[in-house]
């Protein structure tokens, strides 16, 4: 049993997966950011799986189902598959006494709605937190949407939305859980602290007729990859184009459709589908590059699209994402899914530009990102958050 001997909250979050996994991308990195950041105001308690997103062994060198710090002096819970039971959950809360229970996804099994339901049940009187993670977003719930909808009617009945409190990460998260849920539900507004790239803009050689792109994100129909290959396509046939993937792949056959349409590029247009990239190699990797590609269905806030600019890599995604105004900025680009003519004007003129063109979208995708994070009040938008 802890002992605690200060006056800081406790705060509890329970998410699918945590350091050192890295395939799940951008959910690892929201939690991270936040523990990281506000660790001297708050007391952080993780609970979360023993692996990482598709594996089927834990972390090597990771005890489980105990509470553990890390380097960083973070407790941690790596819980094996069995071990998010009722009477271990039960446990678990005794130890930590949180103030605070804070969920990183909407329709996990294992921790989100388990737990949810044994805290409801047994009166919890702490603050009850759960942030959507762009899950409601129309475009993420195409997904398994009978599933998600049953959960949603019933999370309803039951009553679970009056005793939350939702945080949003954008306008459009914040519309979204009044749709399906109320108008009077609690909702707190503060967009995720992204990683900053702290390095000084350098130029990269690009010349007219070149493009080096790259995509970095989970292969699956959320993410819509298939979509800016098809685009590649219809690319005229000059130059030396190649687009790098990296990624999880948690859909096979959505990763296998993909493979054939880049099969059938034309031989100037190179696709190397590389495999999942470590976090800390993540900034290194996109500094090789001249476009950042993300035709994305829906995002409530895109990690890899913000580290991307942060680089220095203009990005072309779609219209769901919280990125707007980029165009002005020379940030890059938003355009509707529906306009594969403006994807594909896009691409070439990335593809003809020259060095002294390609550097003013470059430093200017490296301008909006910092000007966003030096303009985000994060430290009073998560004292709202945690009070």
Same mark, same amino acid.
């Given at each position: 049993? &802890? ?7 406790? #705060?509890?979050?329970?998410?699918? @997966? ?26 952080? $308690? ?12 834990? $972390? ?6 105990? @509470? ?8 941690? @819970? ?13 446990? +678990?809360?005794? /130890? ?5 229970? $804070? ?9 989100? #709605?388990?737990? *949810?339901?044994? *805290?409801?049940?047994?009166?919890? /009187? ?9 899950? *409601? ?40 859980? +009044? ?31 070149? =493009? ?12 819509? =990859? ?27 056959? $959505?990763? /296998? ?79 509707? *899914?529906?306009?594969?003519?403006? &994807? =594909? ?15 003013? @979208? ?26």
């Amino acid at each position: 049993m &802890y002992k605690y001997e200060n006056l800081k909250s406790r #705060i509890l979050i329970l998410t699918d @997966w945590y350091e050192p996994g890295y395939k799940a991308g951008g959910p690892i990195q929201s939690v991270k950011n936040i523990v990281t950041r506000f660790s001297d105001q708050y007391d952080f $308690y993780i609970l979360t799986s023993d692996r990482d997103l598709g594996e089927l062994t834990p $972390y090597k060198g990771l005890p489980t189902d105990k @509470w553990v710090q890390n380097d960083s002096k973070e407790n941690i @819970w790596y819980a094996s598959p069995g071990a998010m039971n009722r009477k271990n959950l039960e446990s +678990i809360f005794r /130890q930590v006494q949180p103030d605070i229970v $804070y969920f990183n996804s909407m329709f996990s099994s294992r921790f989100t #709605i388990v737990p *949810l339901w044994i *805290l409801i049940r047994s009166r919890f /009187q702490g603050r009850l937190i759960i942030a959507p993670r762009g899950m *409601l977003h129309a475009g993420a719930l195409k997904r398994k949407t009978l599933k998600k909808k049953i959960f949603l009617k019933v999370f309803k009945l039951l009553g679970w939305s009056r005793r939350l409190q939702f945080h949003a990460t954008d306008r459009q998260e914040y519309e979204d859980i +009044i749709h399906y849920f109320s108008k009077d539900s609690r909702i707190i507004i503060a967009e995720n602290i992204p990683n900053l790239n702290r390095g000084k803009w350098t130029s990269r050689a690009k010349a007219p007729g070149a =493009l080096n792109s790259v995509f970095i994100s989970r292969i699956n129909r959320k993410k819509n =990859l298939h979509y800016i290959l098809e685009i590649f396509k219809e690319l005229k046939r000059t130059g030396k184009i190649s687009l790098d993937i990296y990624g999880e792949t948690d859909d096979p056959a $959505y990763a /296998q459709k993909c493979e054939r349409i880049a099969k059938e590029l034309p031989s100037n247009i190179s696709v190397n589908f590389k495999g999942p990239v470590s976090h800390h190699e993540v900034f290194e990797t996109l500094e090789q590059y001249h476009l950042f590609v993300l035709p994305t269905l829906g995002e409530n806030f895109g990690h890899a699209i913000f580290e991307a600019m942060s680089s220095g890599c203009p990005v072309l995604i779609s219209d769901q994402t919280p990125w707007q105004q980029l165009t002005v900025s020379k940030g890059g680009f938003g355009i509707p *899914l529906n306009d594969r003519g403006s &994807y =594909l004007s896009a691409l070439e003129n990335f593809v003809q530009m020259d060095q002294q063109e390609f550097d003013k @979208w470059s430093f200017g995708a490296k301008c909006f990102a910092d000007k966003f994070y030096v303009n985000s009040d994060f430290e009073n938008k998560y004292r709202e958050l945690f009070g």
